[in-house]
């Protein structure tokens, strides 16, 4: 009988996320251990530093030359996890997104109009998103981010603000289907809905047509595993925020199945871990 294959999430941490998905190697390790028909999940994520991508990207590619099925390989997680990249892909496959520009201090200052938002293009967990309504808040925002060592390095995109709901809904997107979800309701006072600025997550289920388009939006950045953030704009239409390559998500995002057996199956990954 054939080998069975050999299943491994390349990772620099050992998350809860990432230890319920497979055995967690690092890029090196996975280099190392992996042979042709083997299957590697890319989990890299975005720095703290909010400047780039972690380490690794270049031994995906690696992989991959040497017969590796690679998911969420160099491309997928670069158009991720890169804001710009990310609203390029979006306009090209034609999925809703907010008009988005990228600004940088050797870059001549395009025509900003409020309501927009600023964003490190590498950034996470809400940090150092600022809200603009009007233009004194733009001013002092393009101040602000002078002292960024991050803006200084990859510079940043001004986008424009989707009107707040209160919530969005964060889908969890693998093979091709919508496999997990929760809504995220924003804490008192704050329009963000990051979960580490003190949302807190329910259970939803969700409608059809936000499921087709972050089914859509996955799909323009080729991604196998992904986390699709979603605000409803006009009636019956959704606008995609953000897009996570590195999404965490715990049991309670399933739906009908477990979220976690249901990403295995819809990755057809229903293999052997690495000892």
């Known amino acids: 009988m054939p080998a069975m294959s050999t299943f491994v999430v390349v990772a620099h941490r050992v998350t809860p996320t990432n230890t319920r998905l ?8 996975a280099l190392a251990r992996l042979t042709p028909g083997d299957v590697a999940l890319g ?9 780039g991508v972690e380490p690794g990207l270049w031994a995906l590619e690696r992989l991959s030359a040497t017969g590796v099925t690679v998911l969420n390989g160099r491309r997928t997680l670069v158009a ?31 025509e900003l109009e409020p309501p927009l938002v600023f964003k490190p293009r590498f950034g996470s967990w809400g940090q150092d998103v600022i809200r603009c309504d009007d233009e004194p808040a733009i001013e002092r925002a393009l101040v602000y981010l002078e002292t960024r060592a991050w803006y200084g390095a990859t510079g940043a995109i001004a986008q ?6 209160g919530f969005d809904l964060r889908l969890v997107v693998a093979g091709g289907k919508v496999v997990g979800a929760v809504k995220r309701v924003a804490a008192p006072g704050e329009w963000r ?12 289920q969700p409608p059809a047509d936000a499921c087709d388009i972050a089914v859509a939006a996955a799909a323009a950045i080729v991604g196998a595993l992904v986390g699709i ?21 715990t049991s309670a995002y399933s739906l009908d199945d477990d979220v976690f057996t249901a990403t295995s199956a819809a990755l057809g990954v229903g293999i052997e871990a690495a000892a």
């Open 160 to 165: 424009k603000l989707v009107a707040p709901r």
């Open 22 to 29: 497979g055995t967690v190697l690092s890029p090196a390790q």
């Open 229 to 249: 953030d979603l605000l409803p704009a006009d009636v019956g239409t959704w606008v995609v925020l953000e897009v996570n390559g590195a999404v965490d998500f």
């Open 80 to 110: 991720a996890h890169d804001k710009l990249a990310t609203a390029h892909a979006l306009f090209a496959a034609r999925v809703s997104h907010p008009r988005t520009m990228h600004i940088a201090p050797w870059l001549p200052l395009p």
């Open 43 to 51: 989990r890299l994520d975005g720095l703290a530093s909010l400047d």
């Open 193 to 204: 809905t990051n979960v580490a600025l003190g949302a807190r997550r329910e259970p939803v």
